[in-house]
Structure formats: C-alpha cells, structure tokens
C-alpha cells in the first residue's frame, strides 16, 4: 500500500498552524488535569503502539517499499500521528511502550521530546508506559520513565504513591470521570490501569522477556477493590464495578489463545512474543472482574482483539516507521471509544458500551474492523 500523498512536512506545518505551540512551563506540567466523559457522552482513546523513535529525520525506516526508503524516516512516525489526532480528535493518548528505540537512539531524552512531541503540542492529556527498548539508550529504565513524567500534558507516574516496593517503573492507574454535572461527576466510571510488563528475564535459567510481578498484581488488586468500593458506595452506589481498561506492552501468554476463528484483526507475527513464564495476572484480572479489555503492543505485525474469559485482548497494531513491519502492509494506530448511557431522568450516566476500531496510514486514513468489546447487554461483538 503506497504512503501517504501528503509529505511529511506538509503535514507537520498543518498541524503546527492547528495546535500553535504553548508555553513549556513547570507550573503548567504540573497543573493537575482530570480526565472526564465529555457533553456527548463519549470519551476516545487513541493507542499508539511501537514508535520506534530515534534520532529525526537520520533515521531510515524499516520494511516499506522500495519507492518510500530513499524519503522515509522517523518524520513518517511523526507526521501519522499528528494525521491520528487531527482525525479522530481524542480525549486522552496512550502509547504502550517501545516509544523510542534505544539502541539507534543517540539521546533518549531527545528522542523522548521528539516521540511525544504532537501529543504535547496538542495539548491532550497522554499517558505512557514502557517498553523493553525504551532504556537501551542513555537513561535507565527509571530514567526514561522519570524524564516522560516531566514532560507537559502527561498524566503519566513513575509509580503508584503509597507503594513501597512494586517491581519496574510506570506502574499506575487514573480514573475516568462522569459527564460534569451529572449524578456521576465525581465517581469514576472508567478505569485505566498502566504497568510495566517488563524488558527480558533476569532470572537465572529463565530466558526471554520480562513478565508482570507480584508486587504488581498485588497493586492491581488492592487499586480495583479501592475503586470497586468507591463506585459500589455513595453517593448514587452502583450494583457493579466500573469498567476498566488495562495497558501495557508485553502480550501475556494469553494471547496464544486464538485462532482465525474467534478474533477480529491478523495475527502475521510468527508466534506470540510474550514471556515464558505466566505470572498470572491474567487470572488476577478475570477475579477482579471489572477489567473488559487489555491494550498491547510489542508484536508488530499483530493487530487482533480476541474475547477471552470475559475479557477482550488487543494489540494496537505497529506504527512506527523505523520498526520492523511488512513492507505494503500499512502502519496502524487503535481507537477505543466508551460511550455513557442515558438515565431516566434524561441525563449521562454510566458506560454503556466500549467499541474500537483501527485507522491505517494510508491516503485516506482507512478505518477498518470496528467491533463492541463490551456492552452493559453482551460481552462483545461485531458492529
């Protein structure tokens, strides 16, 4: 599939006339920001998965076509995602990790401000977690995730507060609030957990890529029953918890769990590139019961979403450029959208359904497999 008519710098200057720079300023990165259902009843979520990022415009692409290397770089990255936020206009941005790619990356923080740079410049709220290539470059692992703190407009963390010990970086939830003036204004009514799922194994005669500890769970479990509890109490107690999701970058082992019969998207990527060891934490999440769908990356040639034991599993899809990917078959980016329900009084209430769909890098920014992962009604389905 060819690229994009629109060049890359074309497309940059666009979206700096959309979205003219603000100032950069401590006081403004700090500026508490809280994530709420707008009028319409509808929150969007856009997941970027696999940047890639390294050093700008030096950095060649990875399997396109012959026609796009000569002018291809990590400004192709750039520019699809200021294409994603011009078009779908998201509420909030989630990018699950390998947000740049160490080893090609001369600076990580450099890299780290160019990654991140339409997502700061649009001024919507983002989050991010980390991959297993983020630290492969100048700044550990809580290095990249401190510095991503940092920076403007993140709702990211570097871990939960009140945890002493809690194994990796960037573990941390943030909550969805209702529709402002609304019974629901002040619950959550959308759960979003983020983790670190990891880089590879350190345990002697274990190999291959990390997996997501106890300490983890144990967050896990303690923060759903918190906002279990929260949302089950009052005022306006509800019968059920809310819904959640979860992100991070490393499949579980889980996902070798489908086949072409009962997921919507491809699975091209030879195996499922997940950890050796199951930790569980699938478990953990089917117990808590209020996980619906879980976001990752990692496998870039992977873009399905399979239901499992109540729970949709998802990959985003590759999107970078200078990120290994199958020449014609074009980069990708998720979009997950909650929509409220109305109460009988007329006004927003609760999330009645979670759908997504995924856009292409193409001319036209293709939408394609639109499915509901949940409704207050059936566990998913078809659109």
């Known amino acids: 599939m060819s690229m994009p008519v629109l060049s890359p710098l074309f497309l940059i200057l666009l979206f700096s006339l959309t979205f003219p720079p603000t100032k950069s300023t401590a006081v403004q990165r700090n500026q508490p920001m809280r994530l709420r259902f707008g009028k319409n009843g509808e929150f969007k979520i856009l997941q970027v998965a696999d940047m890639h990022y390294a050093n700008g415009k030096s950095t060649p692409c990875e399997d396109v076509l012959p026609d796009q290397i000569s002018s291809c770089s990590d400004l192709n990255t750039t520019a699809f995602l200021r294409r994603m936020i011009l078009a779908e206009k998201p509420d909030f941005i989630v990018f699950t990790g390998d947000n740049i790619f160490g080893y ?9 401000d160019a990654a991140f740079a339409p997502a700061i410049a649009s001024n919507i709220p983002w989050a991010a977690v980390l991959g297993n290539h983020d630290q492969e470059s100048t700044l550990s692992r809580e290095g990249v995730m401190k510095h991503i703190v940092g920076l403007k407009s993140t709702l990211s963390k570097v871990n939960p507060s009140g945890m002493k010990t809690i194994n990796g970086f960037g573990n941390y939830n943030l909550e969805v609030s209702g529709v402002k003036g609304s019974d629901f204004e002040n619950k959550s009514v959308l759960n979003l957990y983020f983790l670190d799922s990891g880089d590879y194994s350190t345990v002697p005669g ?8 106890p300490s983890q769970q144990f967050w896990f479990q303690l923060t759903s029953a918190m906002l279990k509890r929260a949302y089950t109490g009052k005022p306006f107690p509800q019968k059920t918890a809310a819904p959640g999701l979860t992100f991070f970058h490393i499949p579980l082992p889980e996902y070798s769990s489908f086949d072409a019969s ?13 950890p050796s060891v199951n930790s569980g934490f699938f478990t953990a999440m089917v117990e808590a019961g209020d996980v619906k769908a879980v976001f990752t990356g990692h496998d870039h040639l992977n873009d399905f979403c399979g239901l499992l034991t109540g729970i949709n599993l ?10 290994y990917g199958k020449a014609g078959w074009s980069r990708r980016a998720r979009v997950v959208v909650a929509n409220l329900e ?28 639109s499915q509901v992962l949940w409704s207050k009604n059936s566990l998913g389905g078809d659109l």
């Open 206 to 213: 274990i190999y291959g890529y990390g997996w997501i500890k």
């Open 104 to 112: 090609d990356a001369t600076d990580a923080a450099k890299s780290l």
């Open 342 to 369: 109305r109460t009988a009084k007329g006004n927003w209430g609760s999330v009645k359904s979670i759908r997504t769909w995924k856009r292409l890098d193409d001319k036209h920014l293709t939408r394609i497999d």
């Open 314 to 323: 998802c990959y985003g899809g590759g999107f970078g450029y200078h990120a």
């Open 262 to 274: 009962n997921y919507t998207g491809v699975l091209q990527d030879v195996g499922i590139s997940s």
